[in-house]
């Protein structure tokens, strides 16, 4: 059990009411917040929403060797036997490849590439470390949604990572359009922590990466997000980018459509926001899904 204070109580028997967050949205402060590449026209937008979207950020022809290895992971039988790889439920298509960064070495030196490193440092205020990195795939007609969720909530439960210091990059790597599925948001969502109800099963993750039950948001408080900040769809070609911040709520629907949809993420929290004990009281989830192992900050390489 986590010594630290737990100021996110949640996974409760009974539920009390969301509450405005604790934390800053952006940590950098004075001159250390305009010592980056967001301007404050940027930095007040993600401030107000909980992110930003931008499209085109990395040329098509820069992501066309990240497309190539999504390809053949999908054709890698021996990579769908391992732990870090879940299947959509009952099929054999791949729903999602975690620690991609320490399977790949291009997708290694792209963490650290210094046009993503920089805005993250100057949201974080501080060195950075990837907490988890992974591949989310939708392939057409077949692949599931997400359920409306925020990462934080789940972070720090079940890894026991104290703050809300980190936030997400989600990098396009096929199209993404209204039909296939896309990264959906609720702006100005991650002002509010939603604490919710059912104690976490032991090895919750086996089944909650593939459908999520526990630590899913109620409906009524949902309701109250959405007709104050509405939805938004960001969407793109491959090489668009949405940065999203730790408390966001998103999700995603099915894919209905014939173009597959695959999105890549990778997890940057603060190295002053290090885990401790899950605040669930279980065991700790494997490092491929928090990053427990190594904390060193990361140094820019060009990708």
Known sequence: MSTT????????????????????????????????????????????????????????????????????????????????????????????????????????????????????QQLLGSDVYIHQSRINYKPGFKGKGFDWHSDFETWHSEDGMPRMRSLSCSIILTDNGEFNGPLMLVPGSHNYFIPCVGRTPENNYKESLKSQDVGVPDNASLRQLMLEGEIEAPKGGAGSLVLFE??????????????????????????????????????????????????????????
């Not at 950020?57 to 066309?64: G, V």
Request: proline letters at 7%; charged letters at 30%.
């Open 5 to 120: 204070q737990d100021l996110f109580p949640t996974r409760l028997e009974r539920k009390i009411g969301m509450f405005e967050r604790l934390d800053p949205v952006i940590h950098s402060e004075g001159a250390q917040r305009n010592n980056g590449p967001l301007s404050e026209e940027q930095l007040s937008d993600y401030e107000r929403k909980g992110f930003l979207s931008f499209e085109n950020f990395f040329p098509r022809e820069e992501m066309e060797a990240f497309i190539q290895e999504l390809r053949d992971y999908e054709d890698d039988e021996d990579l769908k036997l391992s732990e870090g790889t879940v299947l959509e439920p009952g099929r054999q298509e791949i729903r999602s490849i975690f620690g991609i960064h320490e399977l790949s070495e291009r997708f290694s030196r792209l963490t650290r590439d210094p046009r993503l490193l920089a805005m993250v």
């Open 246 to 303: 730790c408390n966001t709520m998103h999700g995603s629907n099915i894919n209905m459509s014939c173009w597959p949809r695959s999105n890549l993420f990778f997890v940057y929290n603060s190295v002053e926001n290090g885990l401790v004990e899950p605040f669930c009281g279980n065991r700790p989830r494997p490092d491929f899904l928090a990053n427990r192992t190594n904390w060193q900050p990361l140094e820019p390489v060009e990708s």
